[in-house]
Every structure is written in C-alpha cells, then in structure tokens.
C-alpha cells in the first residue's frame, strides 16, 4: 500500500517536495487506525507531519487503510540521511590502491607545525548530497585510518563548499581514533610563513625533520604556493619524502592540480597520483538540507524557535551562492527572530535578508541554463553547443532554449547563437515542440518546474 501511496504523493507534492520529505519516511506499521512512520530525524517528522500529514493521511485512507491519526518516530541509534551520514562513509564504490601504513613517529623537533581545529567543522556536521558525495566518502575512507587509502588525496571545488570542513573532519577523526597518529593540518599560506621562517633563522633543517615525522600532513589551499619558487620546491620535497615513507597527504585546492596556474608541471603530476575529487557547487536538496541541519542545531539553544513554512526553501533557492553566505543568512535570521522575539516568518526574512538577497539577486543567463540543465541530465555542457543530434542530447538542449526563451529576454537569434550558432528557426522550434510535450509529458512539465526554480532561485 505504502508504495502506491508514495506514487500518488510524488504526484500530489512535487519531485522536489517529495524527494526532500516522502523519501526519507519509512513505513512501518498501521494499527488501531494509527500509521507509524521511521523518520531520520524528528525535524523532518514535525515538517512532514505540519505540511504534510494530512494528504498522507488521505492517500492512505483513500488506498484502503483506515487511518485516523499519523506517528513519526526517531528509531534508536538510526541513520540520518538528511543529516550527516555517516552510513554514507562505507556506499561509496572507490577502492584505494596505494597502501598507507600508519607508522608512530614520535616528536623529534618540538611542536606540531600544525593550525588549530575549528571544532564545527566534524563529520557530524557536515551535510551529504549529491554534489559533495564523492569528496565525502573519500574524506570518510582516509579519516578511517585503515590500511588501504588514497594517497594523496587532493580535494578541490570552488569557495565556500567545504572542503577545509572536510580536512578538519578527518583530522578530528584521526585526533580522536587514533591518537598515536602524528597528524597535522595548516594552509599552504602557514606552510610558507613556516618555511620562510625556518629559512631566516637557519633552521631548515629542523623544518625538515619536523615535517617528515608526520603521519598524516594536510595541507589547505595549495593554491597559494603556485608560482612561489622555493616553497613549491621544499613542498615538493616535503611530499615525495612522505609519500615514501607511506604516509597520507590531504590536499585542497581551490582547482583541479593542472589548472593551478604555475604550479611546476612535476608537482601537479604528483598531486594527481592519487585521488582527485572535485566539491561541485551546491544543489537546491544540499542547501536545504545544510539549512535543516543548522536548525535542528539552533533548535538545541532555542527551543522555542518557530520558523514559517518555506522560509528555508525560499532561502535554499534564492541563495545560491556559497554555503557560508548561507549560513550567515540563517544565523543573522535566527539572531534578529530571537532578538525580537518574533515567529520568523517570510516578512521577517525578507526585511532582514533585503543586502543578502539583493546580492544573490542575479539575472539568468543562458549560460547558466545551459549549464543547470547539463547537470540536470548529467550530460556534457560541451553538448549543449555542439552538433550531436541523438535524444538524449537533443531534447535537454531544446529544453534549454526553451527556458532561456522563457527566462531571459534573449532573442531567438540571440538565443541561437549561444548554442554553437544555431539558426533562429531552430529555436523557435525548440520552443514550440517543449511547448507541446509539455503539455503531454509530466516528466518534462516537472523537470522543466523544477529547473525554472532552480534557476530563478
Ligand atoms: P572551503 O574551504 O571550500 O572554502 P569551508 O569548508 O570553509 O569551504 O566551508 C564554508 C562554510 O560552509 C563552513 O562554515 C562549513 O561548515 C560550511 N559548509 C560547507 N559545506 C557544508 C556541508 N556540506 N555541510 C555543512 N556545512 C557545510
Ligand atoms: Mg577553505
């Protein structure tokens, strides 16, 4: 029954909607007129149950189960897939190569050349979705420890899409499992302060030994060494000596290692002999869910919090920019509705968000829809200008003309051109034939809603 009824809700409530509140229900029994559901967390059971509970109960009632009242529990000791999953340590299908032996190296030379830890930035708090996945589950396999891992492993993505909340994370990990571990964490730019440092004061050679006694060395923003010389050469050293003995390196980067404008050739090819993930930017379900999480944690310090319905998905659209601008638009929120001692609402939010949104308030261009509904059918953005003329190509780029017909105030010849030179005429019947499947095709008509919001977020 439950599986029926989820089909008709998916219909009822939207992919989106579904995909962020059904999914995540798990069905377990009805009785004495009351359905019990498993929820991940008990926010997501409060939400469901406000915005949501009647039409389940209605469905249900409706696929003959006599339903009068609906329960969500929090099952002991559950997984949470909207929150952190650290179920999801052990889905990922990458396989190491390189075996990293944990040798002890006790301190030879003072103090770990290391930077302090935010204590925000764990595993627990850091939100999985699909665009931060794969740099998760590689982060989550090297802060295991284990014998077989990734070396190096080298994390790159744009500003603010937590990769140094991913090192941080797995130096935790290691602090906390496996305190024989000599682990240490600092940026590219602290790495070079060090050296310069060890350079004025003849102390090269201690600098040496101190950082080749490491187990585990992570270095964040390795851009910044680029193009200074003597840094990249003793960084190089630094690494190959580590690498010999086994022992595991963390890279970020702001790019991938042979986009790093002067970085030595040789370096960005060692940088890529191990694991080279990318953080892409954030989706709609990310950002809500980082959002979700946030106020389950503000729920702990304030527990009478009220927040409107849909002011995290107004927020999760409208701010698509970088987690960090995110957050700082939450907390500001949540300190002006407690400081006022106000429900917030979307009036609230608004007023206090006018700087921030007006910020994020950007035209669309069609490049961007080009590149949104790439990403959307996990094609090529290449192919989006390019002459293949197959299906499954052809119809996400008419869909893409049809949205930039609809979204932006492009002529149809203007439209054309950014698509590899098309004719005006190409688009015009681009956007009559979406016109037409749209009307017949639900799926097009959902994905087409779903990507207008996305992309007017
Ligand atoms: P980067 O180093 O890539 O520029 P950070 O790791 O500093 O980005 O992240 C910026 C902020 O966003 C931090 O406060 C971090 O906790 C938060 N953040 C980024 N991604 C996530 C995520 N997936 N879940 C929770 N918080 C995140
Ligand atoms: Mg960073």
Not at 12 to 21: D, I, L, P, R
Request: hydrophobic content about 40%; proline content about 4%.
């Amino acid at each position: 029954t439950w599986g029926r009824v989820r089909q008709d809700l998916l219909k009822a409530v939207g992919k989106n909607n579904y995909v962020t509140w059904i999914e995540p229900l798990e069905f377990e029994r009805v009785d004495n007129g009351v359905a019990r559901f498993n929820v991940p967390t008990n926010f997501i059971g409060n939400w469901v149950s406000r915005n949501f509970g009647d039409q389940i109960q209605q469905h249900l009632i409706r696929a003959g189960a006599p339903v009068e009242r609906i329960e969500f529990s929090v099952p002991a000791g559950a997984p949470r897939p909207m929150t952190p999953a650290a179920s999801n340590a052990d889905s990922g299908e990458i396989r190491g190569t390189t075996p990293v032996r944990h040798a002890t190296v006790k301190a030879t030379s003072g103090d770990l050349p290391g930077a302090p830890l935010d204590k925000r930035f764990t595993f627990d708090s850091f939100v999985v979705g699909k665009p931060n996945q794969l740099a998760h589950a590689a982060a989550r396999r090297v802060a295991e420890g284990g014998p077989v891992s990734f070396n190096p492993l080298f994390l790159y993505g744009g500003v603010g899409l937590g990769k140094t909340h991913l090192m941080h994370a797995i130096a935790w990990q290691l602090q906390n499992d496996r305190s024989d571990l000599r682990v240490v964490y600092l940026s590219a730019e602290q790495f070079m302060y060090r050296f310069v440092q060890a350079l004025r004061e003849n102390g090269t050679m201690q600098f040496k030994e101190m950082f080749r006694s490491v187990d585990v060395l992570m270095v964040d923003d390795v851009q910044f060494i680029a193009g200074k010389d003597s840094t990249q050469e003793e960084f190089f050293h630094t690494f190959n000596a580590l690498v010999d003995q086994n022992k595991q390196i963390i890279i970020s980067a702001d790019r991938a290692p042979g986009e790093i404008k002067k970085l030595e050739e040789r370096i960005a090819s060692r940088l890529q002999s191990g694991l080279v993930v990318d953080l892409h930017p954030t989706d709609y379900e990310l950002r809500l869910g980082i959002l979700q999480h946030k106020v389950e944690q503000y729920r702990e310090s304030y527990p009478g919090l009220v927040i409107q319905d849909g002011v995290l998905e107004f927020l999760a659209h409208r701010i698509s920019t970088n987690v960090r601008v995110l957050e700082g638009a939450l907390t500001k929120l949540f300190a002006f509705g407690s400081l006022v001692g106000r429900e917030v609402t979307m009036d609230l939010t608004q007023d206090c968000l006018a700087d921030v949104l007006r910020a994020s308030d950007r035209k669309v261009t069609v490049e961007e829809i080009q590149r949104r509904v790439s990403e959307h059918y996990n094609m090529r953005m290449s192919d989006m200008i390019g002459p293949k003329r197959h299906r499954t190509i052809a119809r996400p780029r008419q869909m893409a003309m049809y949205l930039s017909k609809q979204l932006t105030s492009r002529s149809l010849p203007e439209i054309g051109r950014r698509f590899g030179g098309r004719d005006h005429t190409t688009v015009m019947h681009a956007v009559k034939r979406i016109e037409e499947l749209k009307a017949v095709d639900n799926q097009i008509a959902e994905d087409l809603e779903l990507l207008r919001r996305m992309l007017e977020a």
